[in-house]
């Protein structure tokens, strides 16, 4: 797991002027924590962080010297400005199980029979902290060259971890679709369908 070190921040200085000054704003809260507590980090660290992490992903806080594992509750990133705006997190409790989401990766798509199309990026379940996913990755390599369709029911859960997907497990995660055919083969279908309708 990756730890991320923060500093608490001033709340007294506004956040537009922190970022001005290279930083990142971000909030920490959880229900062991008498009240939320609000953090900075440079802003290099915090573009560092969201290129391996998603909103999802588990990490280990390193806070005055503490250390809290928490989980990335929420990214806030401007695309215009390739500015982080801010990182919030939530401080996990052993044993108590919460919402997230993990993301889904396919790979060596190119071993697939057809196309490869992608209709969902990541999947919401619960968990608690000793269970948590860090992504889920489908590897067409290993799959059956028969496989035409992949649904959450179809996700194989690590060996030892006890989650629950809230996404629904009918929900298509993948299709694979047939290479189109030739040029040639489109126009003799389509002069057929002149000649019919004449």
């Known amino acids: 797991m990756i730890t991320l070190k923060l500093e608490k921040r001033n709340p007294e200085v506004k956040a537009k002027k922190l970022r001005r000054d290279g930083f990142v704003c971000g909030v920490l809260y959880g229900k062991e924590l008498k009240e939320s507590v609000p ?32 989980l990335v509750k929420n990214i806030d990133y401007d695309p215009m400005k390739k500015q982080v705006m801010a990182l919030d997190f939530q401080a996990l409790v052993a044993g108590e199980t919460v919402a997230t989401s993990v993301q889904v990766v396919l790979e060596n798509e190119d071993a697939a029979q057809g196309i490869v199309e992608q209709t969902l990026t990541e999947v919401h379940y619960k968990a608690d902290p000793a269970n948590m996913l860090d992504t889920i990755v489908i590897d067409f390599k290993t799959l059956s060259p028969d496989v035409r369709e992949f649904h959450v029911k179809d996700l194989v859960i690590p060996e030892g971890k006890k989650v629950h997907f809230t996404t629904p497990e009918d929900t298509l995660i993948f299709h694979v679709a047939e290479y189109a055919s030739n040029g040639e083969e489109e126009e003799d279908d389509a002069a057929d369908d002149t000649a019919a309708k004449a």
């Open 39 to 70: 953090v900075q980090l440079p802003e290099s660290v915090a573009l560092g962080f969201i290129k391996a992490n998603k909103e999802g992903s588990q990490v280990m806080l390193d806070l005055d010297g503490k250390q809290i594992d928490a």
